[in-house]
């Protein structure tokens, strides 16, 4: 229902809204031009895609030859990639649709993937596309989940089915305060293969907002593999 009336107050509302709230840049909220897509110049120029100079398996920045994500765990998809550095206005932007239930970022953000995809070759044989799930607790008290929201939209854009073949069983608290073997044992029991999707044989591609430390794409990537998928690729709007 939620959805279905921001779809229609797109169409029917969206000029009077005009009106009554000028458009506002999603980063330094300035008044910006009817016809501008969610940011001002200044706002775009802080966004930084990352292009080169990264891990070939987990797409992480480097500053020497080894890789401190990959180098002392078990990586269980096969790459990951990310579009953006976690920072500016596409830190702004993400917190806006995470914490503010503002969903006009899905459509940019997602536009961007989609286009990340479509020039990157290792990206070319996905069959499937699906999010990092969220708890339902959580997904009733944000209304939607954002990851789930960029996918599906991907799926769009690329004319690429988008199916969910795991499920988050347990409610798992913030990770920000524990310690990596904590966030792994927490992680351990989080997620549950559903068998009613079947993903065997296929190249799945995994999407989430951001790579922070990949323990949770690591942990479904672990999950999905019991299903034997042809390849498991990863990729995030940002990366922090
Ligand atoms: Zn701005
Ligand atoms: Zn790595």
Not at 121 to 131: F, N, S, T
Request: aromatic residues 8%; glycine residues 4%.
């Amino acid at each position: 229902m939620g959805n279905r009336f921001l779809e229609l107050s797109k169409i029917i509302l969206r000029p009077a809204l005009d009106l009554i709230f000028p458009p506002v840049c999603l980063g330094c909220h300035d008044r910006i031009g009817k016809d501008i897509d969610l940011l001002c110049e200044p706002c775009l120029e802080t966004i930084s895609p990352i292009e080169d100079g990264f891990c070939d398996v987990c797409g992480s920045p480097l500053d020497s030859k080894d890789c401190e994500v990959c180098w002392d765990s078990k990586i269980h998809f096969d790459f990951s990639r990310s579009v953006f550095r976690f920072d500016g206005a596409i830190r702004q932007m993400i917190h806006e649709l995470k914490y503010n239930g503002l969903t006009s970022p899905v459509g940019w953000l997602a536009e961007r993937a989609a286009n990340y995809l479509k020039v990157n070759g290792i990206y070319k044989d996905i069959d499937v596309i699906m999010a990092v799930p969220l708890h339902a607790v959580r997904k009733r008290e944000r209304g939607f989940n954002q990851s789930e929201l960029i996918a599906r939209e991907i799926a769009n854009r690329m004319e690429l089915a988008y199916c969910e073949p795991v499920k988050r069983r347990c409610y798992t608290e913030s990770q920000t305060h524990l310690t990596k073997t904590q966030r792994m044992q927490n992680l351990k029991s989080a997620f549950v293969l559903l068998p009613r999707v079947d993903i065997t044989g296929k190249h799945i591609l995994l999407i989430d907002d951001v790579f922070t430390t990949g323990s949770t794409v690591n942990e479904i990537a672990r999950i999905l593999r019991t299903a034997k998928p042809a390849q498991i690729a990863v990729l995030t709007v940002a990366r922090a």
